[in-house]
């Protein structure tokens, strides 16, 4: 029967994909069938749009079809297509190896934490080895659309290796997979039980799925169904065949547009992010359909990758059926389609985000993140803008959200500028020196956490008018206009003329000590609780963004800023004091670098905490000294 048997070992990630397969949870092992006839109807697509192309194929009369039957004698189910079919090179290719991008790390992933194996295997496509959960042996026998191509046998247990061997014997077109089950899942030779797992994961697929030679599978194309006809537990269905989630969708976006260009679009956000470890990055795009011909699988073109969280078709009357995926991008039919799917989801959000801020919160939770790295598309600015959120000191804890508008309708009077702070945390914030002017002004912030914000504030530049602004990079005589809302907590009096002339020597006195360090040394006007900071001239980047573009560039080298000093704090009062009896004491260098440190170690700057923490032991040991000597008095 055949003409040669070759063995041929699995690629080590082939095998490691099998030995998690194979330990998976029972829960699991329906998905098998799912994945099959996945990849049916994959191959039977991918024949059509051949014969879109006006390509040549043999066995013309075969009707585009999936076929399930049992052998329950032998324990087997034969799963058969009349798709594209294999060649020898595809079976080595493609089934002997996982081409998948970020397979891979997903492996790795899962091989480290087996349960999370089993909480999310489901969810994915693990494709065609997920056979081998339920298959003690698996033959597939295929014949390839290309007419001078022979027909192949690939045989294998699933555990290191494979045989190929090519058939004499003339078959058809497409591909027969028989499945002998194993021991624990004989159960499966039953046709009410294939019924079930097909209703379940395969009721969409939009070619007959025949059982035992009946169809069972609806075959509607959903998307285009008058909306009024559908019910939302359709939608539901729907959503769970294209996601792989069993839940229901957060948002269901479907229309139907007939002028200037006419198209069917079903799109929906998933209420959870999937994408657990960040992996699956290939994993998005929209189905493109032309006239209920499928033209290509998770199209990235449709809709802007910041959206890649949302799931769908979209089905064209438009573009032509034999249009190649290379050129797509380049056609204006499409682009006009892709414009107004994009403005689809953006309207979708905006409702939501008007019409019920709870569930906006939830999106905004779960894919506030991807979305936000749409900060570079301008075409769409005002309208991403408005759909951003931020935690800011409005809320009341670090849960809240605020849009920009909600900003601005609190903002005071004549404050033209969004102020921003950026930190690890809410308490890391709060303790910025910063802030203490915008505290005892009154005046809100925003507060970001994420990197990313960083980017989408230096993008944006600005919000209705409103400049946004860092803490750090802020024109302080702006806010000195605003009147002080809140009580100076350490009432000191007034400095006299006479120290005030001796403070501006002290400052000279100050930047003379830090040198290059700084690039001047000022009384601050900022500060309340802290007795100095660091200031970005206002021309540059501000210092988060500084620390982003250091770490892409491997530079900790420290960028040069003012030194601001508080003259009212008790601290400096003190220096002072000192400085007055004596310019030269040797106290002054301790405490003004101690200073400089200290404000580099809060700006998360410091590269060397050893001289930091000398120098603070240094000045306890000698402050311990004088309480000692007190105490003794
Ligand atoms: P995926 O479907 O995500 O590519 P699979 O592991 O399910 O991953 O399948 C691997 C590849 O094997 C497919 O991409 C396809 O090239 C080939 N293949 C699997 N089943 C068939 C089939 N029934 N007909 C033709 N090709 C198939
Ligand atoms: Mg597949």
Not at 45 to 62: A, Q, V, W
Not at 109 to 117: G, H, I, V
Not at 297 to 304: A, C, E, S, T
């Amino acid at each position: 029967m055949t003409t040669e048997n070759n063995q041929f070992e699995f690629k080590a990630e082939v095998k490691q994909l099998l030995n998690i397969l194979v330990h998976s949870l029972y829960t699991n092992r329906d998905i098998f069938l799912r994945e099959l006839i996945s990849n049916a109807s994959d191959a039977l697509d991918k024949l059509k749009f051949e014969s879109n192309r006006g390509t040549e194929y043999p066995d013309k009369d075969l009707p585009l079809e999936i076929s399930i039957k049992i052998d329950k004698e032998a324990n087997q189910i034969i799963v058969s297509d009349t798709g594209i079919g294999m060649t020898k090179e595809d079976l080595i290719n493609h089934i002997g190896t996982i081409a998948k991008s970020g397979s891979a790390e997903f492996l790795q992933q899962l091989a480290k934490d087996k349960d999370s194996a089993n909480n999310i295997i489901g969810k994915f496509g693990v494709g065609f080895y997920s056979v081998f959960m339920v298959a003690k042996e698996v033959t597939i026998r295929t014949k390839s659309f290309k007419a001078e191509e022979n027909a192949i046998e690939w045989v294998s247990d699933g555990l290191g290796s494979y045989t190929l061997n090519e058939l004499e014997e003339l078959r058809k077109r497409g591909t027969e997979i028989v499945i002998s089950l194993n021991d624990e899942s004989k159960d499966f030779a039953e046709k009410y039980r294939l019924e079930n797992i097909i209703k379940t994961h395969s009721n969409f697929i939009t070619f007959p799925i025949k059982l035992e030679g009946e169809q069972v599978n609806k075959v509607t194309a959903l998307w285009r169904e008058p909306k009024s006809s559908i019910t939302k537990e359709q939608y539901k269905d729907f959503y769970n065949f294209l996601s792989y989630d069993s839940e229901e969708p957060l948002e269901t976006i479907h229309s139907s547009v007939d002028a200037p260009i006419q198209f069917n679009s079903l799109m929906f956000i998933p209420a959870k992010t999937y994408d657990l470890f960040g992996f699956n990055r290939d994993d998005y795009g929209l189905d493109l359909y032309v006239r209920r011909v499928l033209i290509q699988h998770k199209n990235k073109d449709l809709l802007p990758e910041f959206l890649a969280f949302v799931k769908g078709v979209v089905d064209s009357e438009d573009l032509p059926l034999n249009i190649s995926r290379e050129t797509l991008q380049e056609d204006l039919i499409f682009s006009k389609i892709s414009q107004s799917v994009t403005n689809q989801v953006f309207s979708a959000l905006q409702k939501m985000a008007d019409k019920d801020s709870e569930k906006y919160q939830s999106f905004w939770k779960e894919h506030g993140r991807v979305f936000k790295l749409g900060y570079g598309d301008y075409t769409n600015r005002d309208k991403y803008s408005k759909l951003l959120r931020f935690n800011s000191s409005y809320n009341d804890d670090e849960k809240g959200l605020l849009s920009l508008e909600e900003y601005i309708e609190k903002a005071k009077e004549n404050q033209k500028e969004i102020y921003y702070a950026f930190g690890a945390s809410r308490a890391a914030i709060n303790m910025d020196p910063h802030l203490e002017i915008f505290k005892s002004k009154g005046i809100g912030l925003l507060y970001l956490y994420d990197p990313v914000d960083e980017f989408v504030m230096s993008s944006l530049r600005n919000f209705n008018d409103y400049e946004f602004k860092s803490v750090d990079q802020v024109d302080l005589k702006k806010l000195e206009e605003f009147e002080t809302v809140t009580e100076k907590k350490n009432i000191v009096d007034d400095l006299s003329k006479d120290d005030e002339l001796h403070l501006s020597s002290l400052l000279s006195n100050i930047k003379e000590i830090l040198g290059d360090k700084v690039t001047e040394v000022r009384a601050s006007t900022r500060l309340t609780d802290s007795p100095a900071c660091l200031i970005n001239p206002d021309d540059s980047m501000s210092s988060t963004m500084q620390k982003i573009m250091n770490l892409s560039n491997k530079d900790n080298s420290i960028p040069k800023r003012a030194m601001e000093i508080n003259k009212d704090h008790k601290l400096i009062r003190n220096l002072l004091h000192v400085f007055k009896s004596d310019t030269q004491d040797p106290f002054i260098k301790k405490v003004v670098d101690q200073l400089y440190d200290s404000s580099l170690l809060l700006e998360g700057y410091l590269n060397d905490p050893h001289s930091l923490v000398q120098n603070i032991n240094s000045m306890l040991e000698e402050s311990s000294g004088w309480y000692v000597s007190l105490k003794k008095k």
